[in-house]
């Protein structure tokens, strides 16, 4: 038997980036250099290795390749990731309001260029591999980045990939075939982590919900047919695969049983490193661990036959710690081999919502609101309508169903307008740009890819105002918005008082109204831009206050929305309570659905 051992990748001791930060100061250009923040094990911290992963990715070619007779699409060599890394470059603009005067836009830009060898590139290539952002073109069951070979993003790449260039606002117009060609995985769960030292947290909330997300709301068995990667995909994320297990531990009395809902161990840290944000097989089993910690899965079979072979992760929790004085465990072990296996428990299948026992639902009831009440959590009953609906309004199963349900009443137009101006906003404060350094060596062709990506962003920006406008806001619009009158007439004296270009043509006519206000968005500056987007979002307000009043209490009352949270459980709710802890963004564990806004 073996305790739990860390990642054989070596500390990135040599590796570090420089911060480049060009703002408008009297003393002209600041320049500072930092070392990349390491764990004890020598792991960037699991933030910093999503963002370098995204930036770099960007920053590559994603081509086919043919080897050994065979075409692999959207990959790329060993060769490519290394020049790539040895000198990335990425450049992010923040728009902020002058506390000065709030009417202007400051705009700070800030270069970052991460230098690094070869070697710890490499090292840097591992760690996208322990958490399951590449894997080897030619042999996906290959765990080691390998010199001279292919490799390719993994569904989980992908939607740390999507979620990255839709938080910066990062121009990756060449990477779309890619994303719709391949498969991406659609959720996410986010642990979460320390600050300091970027180790997971294990509160029981997070605890019981990760277990929910981990096992599925309906057992997962198995399936013997070969099915093709979508639908393979679309089956694992359901949750973990399950199988029946012949458990030979009391063959001296000749019996033999057929345990049920069972999982291979191995199996299992691989499902949590491809739909959580663990960085590797390490988290992965300290999260299983607390999972048998708890006693919501157990071992099947005699864990002495495995002594000589296995290694055993080990968990502690003090009796002071939530959980640990209901639960009654202070540690958790979860053993690590070939043909282990673990089974589901009673207690587990209810946690699940799988099975129903009276005994146990007064049990983690208990518990529940034992914990709840010394973590000063807020109980559950108190979560407010606005917390309710902006959770519909972010996840997407319920809020497809709630666009529906306006649909059904005429006012569908409400949640798109919400939908449309939320995007907008996300795109609107940061402009990024990322170029390998390996192609574009001198600082003015990248001082000028950095300012063409930002024009060109800032011209995407005022369409999807002009679509706003066109759409919801213009009279006799496709999706008239029936906002406040005051609004939308504030809103047209604005827009009506940007200057037109000089060499356009007057317009007449029953759509000069039109023509003459979308030019007008056209020709908006940065601050212009930012007060427009301070009118939307005024009607946008005015828009979920009439959802909140009007919409959400007939939608919650409805026999489909009832359905839906009974086959979810209601878990992401609970789990969310009045924090919003299931919202990218802030400290706790939450969910992640990846999207798209085009």
Known sequence: MASAQTTDAEPLKSAYF??????????????????????????PFYKDTADLFATFI?????????????????????????????????????????????????????????SMTRHVAMELCQHFMDARYIRNALDPSLSFFKDKSLHCLTPKGLHVLESFIE????????????LESEIICPNLFYVERESAEDNIIFPYSSIIALFRWFVGKQPNYSSKDCLEPPLLQHKQSKGIGLQEVIDRSGLLSRKAVQRQYCFDAVDALEWLCNFTSVSGREEAAQVAAHFERLGLIAFVGNPEKYNNQAIVFTVHGSPDDQGCDLIGRTQGEFWCANKVYYQVTDKGRWVAGWDFNPALKSLCERESEEIDEKAGRV?????????????????????????????????????????????????????????????????????????????????????????????????????????????????????????????????????????????????CNGEQLQNLMTQFNKIQGHTFRVMLMDSLPKFVQTEKFIALQQQLGDMNIKIAGADSALLPGNSGAFISHSYLVN
């Open 58 to 114: 960007v920053a590559s070619e994603l081509k086919s390749h043919r080897l050994f007779f065979r075409t692999y699409p959207n990959s790329f060599s060993t060769d490519d990731a290394v020049r790539t890394l040895e000198r990335l470059k990425f450049s992010q603009s923040m728009r902020t309001t002058n506390p000065d005067d709030p009417s202007s836009v400051i705009t700070t830009t800030t270069n970052f260029v991460f």
């Open 18 to 43: 420089e911060v480049v930060a060009k703002s408008r100061l009297p003393e002209g250009e600041e320049l500072a250099e930092h070392v990349l923040k390491l764990t004890k094990v020598g792991r």
């Open 379 to 523: 109980p559950r009953e108190r979560v407010t309508p606005t917390h309710r609906l902006h959770y519909i309004l972010r996840e997407q199963s319920y809020r497809s169903l709630f666009r529906a349900f306006l649909h059904e009443n005429y006012c569908e137009e409400h949640i798109l307008y919400w939908l449309d101006v939320d995007a907008i906003n996300r795109k609107f404060n940061v402009t990024s740009s990322a170029i390998s350094g390996a192609t574009t060596n001198h600082s003015s062709a990248y001082d000028t890819q950095v300012r063409q990506d930002r024009k060109k962003h800032h011209q995407a920006l005022l369409k999807k105002a002009v679509h706003i406008y066109k759409s919801y806001l213009h009279p006799n619009s496709q999706f008239e918005l029936n906002t406040d009158y005051t609004l939308r007439n504030e809103l047209f004296r604005f827009i009506d008082t940007v200057s037109l270009s000089t060499n356009r043509e007057k317009v007449s006519g029953s759509g000069a109204d039109l023509e003459d206000r979308t030019a007008r968005i056209m020709n």
């Open 167 to 178: 938080k910066t606002g990062i121009d990756a117009d060449h990477l779309q075939p890619v």
